[in-house]
């Protein structure tokens, strides 16, 4: 079926996540403008996008004697897309970029998400690099990347993982020796690198961490480099290629139509960006916007998988409709399919406005607010963790509504939860994201971050006090409260470690309750979504405070000897 970009349901979610604050600082976001943004972007992500989905799936990106191509059309798909503007909306001005608050680029780039991951994950990671070179680069850097990166001319990438360094990169050994003549020269692998060779732009920018000569061992030691593939003059002209290359491309479960590379620097000329030694706290920029996109990644594709398993549930006749007594009915008269769907769309709407409502708080930091700041910082790891977890649970079900035709990869139901499962554990998994969540935003301001978004929910739950979603809202603050309190006086210690994953569950279960709340207090139509969460979701959230709090006992009994 053909993608249908959600712009009802995307604009109450804005206006439930507060993008009405923003007015002042983004006087240029008015109602029309981002009226027009959605269409726009709606229009390209269902007609330029979404038909190459299913073919690049099936096409893959290709590697032969050393080049990366791309799957059939997206390099296309790529130009147009930089030609668009879309990869300008809220990178700065003075670099070409339109200024727009980063709330509603998330929102354009769910569509994007949806109408293909694998070509998402390009501009994605493109933006992350443009933030970080903003944030981090000389004036030089800036002025030679920055126009062509934000204008879709050049891309980028994040170089991090290596062979024997995963998610821990106090373990990688990539060098950066000085090369006499102010730079340096990079040597070393890379793996996973999204979108790290290809046909589809003029020139790929890549950020690579690695260690300079003498550093000290550990994270301390890593520094932050700009290595393009082919070198840049002084006035941004394309040189010779540099000394890096694609040794091949991962053969993945899903996302196939992203070409996912091993790269390899042979000595390759790079320059260093912002401090030596702080590379990966540089590169902290890039990941925690990454990170962010990836939660709407999540979004997309449950929006994405949920159309198709509805389309597929009102055309599909089989057994006796519980409320007219037809038979053979469409099976989105069977109510157990009934209740699946909407609770995908419940979970959906609940997601996105997670994802929004920190890609707001990010804005308003942006503009200076060091409270929404705080709130953007502890909102990420939740909407990263949490809205993916959500994708991965709705393609599932969303293939389970397909009964055995969703296991037959013609439907392309199949393809969802394949590319979907990547989304919990790239751009730091899942459990990092947990961890990240009780050890470091728990506690930020001496708890003030998290006492704040609590007053807030609450505030919520009391103005529909007496209604189930209300209080089943106050219940779940409550339970998420108590849960916090305990793990930030556990802190640091194996029992606190043990409740962090069912911490992240309940907080993105809870806030993302909040923000359906906040949309059916704007929009009538949401209110049986929410009651339904309500019933489904909220009511179970006291109950998981148990396996926050259970500690690393039964943990401590499963030793390798009994496992």
Known sequence: MTYQPPIPDLTLALKAAGFDQLREAYPEADA???????????????????????????????????????????????????????????????????????????????????????FGLCPILTQGAIEALAAHGTARQKALYLPRMVGGEWTGTMNLTEPQAGSDLSALTTRADPDGEGGWRLTGQKIYITWGDHDAADNIVHLVLARTPNAPAGVKGISLFVAPKY?????????????????????????????????????????????????????????????????????????????QALAFAQDRRQGRSAWTGESPAPLFDLPDVRRTLMLIKAKIAAARGVCLATAVSADLGRAGDAAAKMREELLTPIAKGWSTDVGVWAASEALQVHGGMGFVEETGAAQHYRDCRILPIYEGTNGIQAIDLIGRKLTMGDGAAMASLVADMRETARALKGEAVGDRLGAAVDAMAAAGDWLAEQRGTPDALAGATAFLRLCGETVGGWMLARQAQLDARMAPLAALYAGQVLSGVPGQVAAVTQGAGPLEAFTAETA
């Not at 959605?38 to 799936?57: H, Q, S, T």
């Not at 879309?86 to 608050?101: C, H, I, R, T, V």
């Open 32 to 118: 029309a403008t981002v009226e027009a943004v959605l269409d726009g972007a709606g229009a390209f992500a269902a007609e330029v996008i979404a038909p190459l989905n299913r073919p690049g799936d099936l096409a893959h990106a290709k590697y032969a004697n050393g080049k990366v191509t791309a799957a059939p059309g997206y390099a296309e798909a790529v130009r147009a897309f930089g030609e668009g503007g879309w990869n300008s909306l809220s990178a700065e001005p003075e670099y070409g970029g339109q200024g727009l608050p980063k709330a509603l680029e998330i929102a354009v780039f769910e569509m994007f998400n949806a109408a293909s991951l694998a």
């Open 231 to 307: 070198l840049v003059g002084e006035d941004g002209s394309l040189g010779s290629v540099n000394d890096l290359r694609p040794a091949g491309i991962e053969h993945k479960l899903g996302i196939h139509a992203s070409p996912t590379c091993v790269m390899a620097f042979e000595g390759a000329r790079a320059e260093l960006v912002g401090v030596e030694g702080q590379g990966l706290a540089h590169m902290f920029t890039m990941m925690n916007a990454a990170r962010l996109q990836v939660g709407a990644q999540g979004v997309a594709i449950a929006e994405r998988a949920y159309q």
